[in-house]
């Protein structure tokens, strides 16, 4: 059984999706970036900088909607979840970082 009235359960539920839709904006500009950064300008301090932003802006917006949904906002799994994109960039910039 809720604990918090239906109200303010769905005025929680709404400030968690607008927190979120907030941040996919930031989130695709750093998408656009790192492509930039990558395929144009073969710029690694820019990479790691777009990606560590954009990891930033991948865990709060997940972090708004678990917020919203009045769940836990730390998970393993988010963490889990962080995991294959974290490794195809680096496998994307891992020549860049030997040579």
Do not use: H, K, N
């Amino acid at each position: 059984m809720e604990s918090r009235p239906e109200p303010e359960r769905r005025a929680r539920a709404l400030m968690g999706v607008v927190a979120a839709s907030a941040l996919v904006y930031p989130l695709l500009v750093c998408a656009v970036q790192l492509v930039f950064a990558q395929l144009l300008t073969v710029d690694v301090v820019a990479v790691v900088g777009w990606l560590a932003l954009a990891l930033l802006c991948s865990v709060a917006l997940v972090g708004a909607v678990r917020w919203g949904a009045a769940r836990r906002i730390l998970s393993p799994w988010l963490l889990v979840g962080l995991a294959p994109p974290a490794l195809y960039e680096l496998w994307l910039t891992w020549p860049l970082l030997t040579t």
